[in-house]
């Protein structure tokens, strides 16, 4: 069974840090380029980073760039998202979810594209 579980959300103040991890089981995880994508309430879904199967590279959406950092570690098939300079805006339902594309380089994620999901962890900063 595949499963996507996201850990690591919670409150925290504008300016501080969070970081949000994705535990993958039950699929071939050095295939899968893994994506991180956030829903605030009345706001379409977003995607926010993405990182390669193939060669570890990386991609941002453009609120995000400069502030998160995406990695994973294969060996233990998590992947991290680090999220400093937090903003209010950035309050939201982060999902982790998981594309089989085992060559392609990174590009920002797009939600069609994606083949499984998380359950969501929420993410609150306060001002």
């Known amino acids: 069974e595949v499963q996507l579980v996201e850990s690591g959300g919670g409150l925290v103040q504008a300016g501080g840090s969070l970081r949000l991890s994705c535990a993958a089981s039950?699929?071939?995880?050095?295939?899968?380029?893994i994506g991180w994508f956030r829903q605030a309430p009345g706001k379409e879904c977003e995607g926010v980073s993405c990182?390669?199967?193939?060669?570890?590279?990386?991609a941002y959406a453009d609120s995000v760039k400069g502030r998160f950092t995406i990695s994973r570690d294969n060996a233990k098939m998590i992947e991290y998202l680090q999220m400093n300079s937090l903003k209010p805006e950035d309050t939201a339902v982060y999902y982790c979810?998981?594309?089989?594309?085992?060559?392609?380089?990174?590009?920002?994620?797009?939600?069609?594209?994606?083949?499984?999901w998380g359950q969501g962890t929420q993410v609150t900063v306060s001002s």
């Open positions: 979810a998981a594309k089989w594309d085992p060559a392609a380089k990174a590009v920002v994620p797009r939600e069609y594209e994606y083949d499984y």
């Open positions: 039950g699929f071939t995880f050095e295939d899968y380029a």
């Open positions: 990182i390669s199967a193939s060669d570890g590279s990386t």
